[in-house]
């Protein structure tokens, strides 16, 4: 059991108000009862950051529902590993992660997409400027320092080796290590790896000081895509029907609500959050925010974001060939944001949402 690591465009957003009724009458199919099921999610969030959960809650956007705050994580692997085993309520990571977890028969189901890249919300693998770094090759034997292992950063390293001609020996020779996202620049710049990958930001943060350059990025490999899925128990899902909707669609509005307001207000609010929640955080590198990056709208979720990583860690054999479906990896069913941009009542009740 993992250990949790404690304290230390308009017209969509004006659609989007609407959506708490709609999710409050939507029928649960199943389920507990309204007043029996839980209003409390216990949840890990990530210093000096705000994410969306967090930022719903602040806009009124869970309603009756509330966040208990139980420690912090920088694994996203880690973080639905909690929730699959009950120590949190909701947990999210790359959708890789999820696609391994998933493959262990582990009972959770991804709801909404909750983190993505684009040309502004992107992480980039970082040197020193004068450094002798300059290609794939160039990577064999060095230290690449990484939020955590088995996710997103690990899997872009490996993806660039591979498109760039490296055996899976020479990639094995590449070497990720576990470093603290408000560590790495200080990791890089003290030579203690040799390589960081630095996201949104604290990679804006590093790049105003200068003395670095990118070897590469997520978004040059890939373009615009979602990258991350939030994660629900599945007992919690068929005992909490109604309390998930509230969550998944508190989570959709507000994806579409940082889309729709003027970038100063939404990190004016994010300012705000980290001030009123007490964490000794501080909030200077939040002036650097841009983007969640996430591609669908309202955080819906699609196979082609599960089907990338099946395929590539089938590739690895981490998982076998045709072991896990996209299609069963996740429901839109608790998101009452339809494709059309329009609250539906009436959402498909299959695993896959589609």
């Known amino acids: 059991m993992s250990t949790l690591i404690t304290p230390s465009s308009r017209r969509q957003f004006l659609t989007l108000l609407g959506l708490s009724a709609v999710?409050?009458?939507?029928?649960?199919?199943?389920?507990?009862?309204?007043?029996?099921?839980?209003?409390?999610?216990?949840?890990q969030g990530w210093a000096g950051s705000v994410i969306l959960p967090e930022l719903a809650e602040d806009l009124g956007f869970l309603e009756?529902?509330?966040?208990?705050?139980?420690?912090?994580?920088?694994?996203?692997?880690?973080?639905?590993?909690s929730a699959a085993t009950g120590q949190v309520d909701f947990g999210g990571a790359f959708n890789g992660a999820v696609v391994k977890?998933?493959?262990?028969?582990?009972?959770?189901?991804?709801?909404?997409?909750?983190?993505g890249v684009d040309k502004s919300a992107y992480n980039g693998f970082y040197v020193l400027k004068d450094s002798p770094i300059r290609s794939a090759r160039d990577l064999i034997g060095k230290k690449v320092g990484m939020n955590t292992l088995g996710a997103h950063s690990e899997a872009?390293?490996?993806?660039?080796?591979?498109?760039?001609?490296l055996s899976q020996a020479d990639i094995k020779k590449a070497e990720p290590l576990v470093v603290p996202p408000v560590n790495t620049e200080q990791s890089l710049r003290q030579k203690q790896i040799q390589v960081g990958v630095l996201g949104d930001i604290l990679r804006d943060k590093a790049l105003q000081t200068g003395g670095i350059r990118p070897l590469f990025t997520d978004y040059q490999l890939l373009g615009d895509f979602s990258a991350g899925t939030y994660v629900l128990n599945d007992r919690f899902l068929k005992e909490n029907p109604d309390t998930a909707r509230t969550f998944v669609t508190g989570v959709a509005r507000a994806i579409e609500w940082a889309r729709a307001t003027p970038r100063d207000e939404v990190i004016a609010r994010q300012v705000e959050i980290v001030k009123k929640r007490g964490r000794n955080e501080g909030t200077a590198p939040l002036k650097y925010w841009k983007s969640f990056g996430v591609a669908e709208t309202?955080?819906?979720?699609?196979?082609?974001?599960?089907?990338?990583?099946?395929?590539?860690?089938?590739?690895?054999?981490?998982?076998e060939k045709d072991q896990v479906k996209a299609s069963d990896l996740y429901t839109n069913e608790f998101?009452?944001?339809?494709?059309?941009?329009?609250?539906?009542?009436?959402?498909p009740t299959s695993k896959s949402g589609s």
């Open 23 to 43: 999710a409050v009458s939507c029928g649960s199919g199943g389920g507990g009862a309204a007043k029996d099921q839980t209003k409390t999610l216990r949840y």
């Open 64 to 81: 009756d529902v509330k966040l208990k705050w139980v420690g912090n994580t920088i694994s996203g692997p880690q973080d639905i590993q």
């Open 101 to 115: 977890l998933a493959a262990r028969k582990a009972p959770v189901t991804a709801v909404i997409s909750y983190y």
């Open 156 to 165: 872009m390293l490996g993806i660039y080796l591979q498109r760039h001609g």
């Open 298 to 319: 309202a955080g819906r979720i699609t196979d082609k974001e599960f089907q990338l990583w099946i395929d590539w860690l089938a590739e690895r054999g981490d998982i």
């Open 335 to 347: 998101n009452a944001y339809s494709r059309k941009g329009k609250p539906s009542v009436a959402e």
